[in-house]
């Protein structure tokens, strides 16, 4: 499966952005999902994932609250619905999908397939 990230863009503290992680080459429906964000020289974090049914989803302390993840079957599609955005929130926002009836987590190396990433810019 090949995913691609979008929505990405600049944006006030407080303010809210929408990224999305559309899939193609395959239904994404057998997948969980997670979100990961990397501001360069650091780290990759765990922002938060989702269970292949979009029943359960599970979000890093740093998110939690202002974060949620939602996924549409039909649209082949993963959300990340990002509000009360905070300057620390800015990085390339990342989706990965790794097979399986699972919660994902911030294991990295569960994840068979990536996005290429999208950049959040948040201004103070």
């Known amino acids: 499966v090949q995913l691609q990230a979008s929505g990405g863009g600049l944006v006030q503290a407080g303010g809210s952005l929408r990224l999305s992680c559309a899939a193609s080459g395959s239904t994404l429906s057998s997948y969980a999902v997670g979100w990961f964000r990397q501001v360069r020289g650091k780290e990759r974090e765990f922002v938060g994932g989702i269970t292949w049914s979009g029943g359960s989803t599970n979000y890093g302390d740093t998110v939690k609250g202002r974060f949620t993840i939602s996924r549409d079957h039909a649209k082949n599609t993963v959300w990340l619905q990002m509000n009360s955005l905070k300057p620390e929130d800015t990085a390339v926002y990342y989706c990965?999908?790794?097979?399986?009836?699972?919660?994902?987590?911030?294991?990295?190396?569960?994840?068979?397939?990536w996005g290429q990433g999208t950049q959040v810019t948040v201004s103070s």
């Open positions: 990965a999908a790794r097979w399986g009836a699972v919660l994902p987590g911030p294991e990295e190396d569960e994840y068979g397939y």
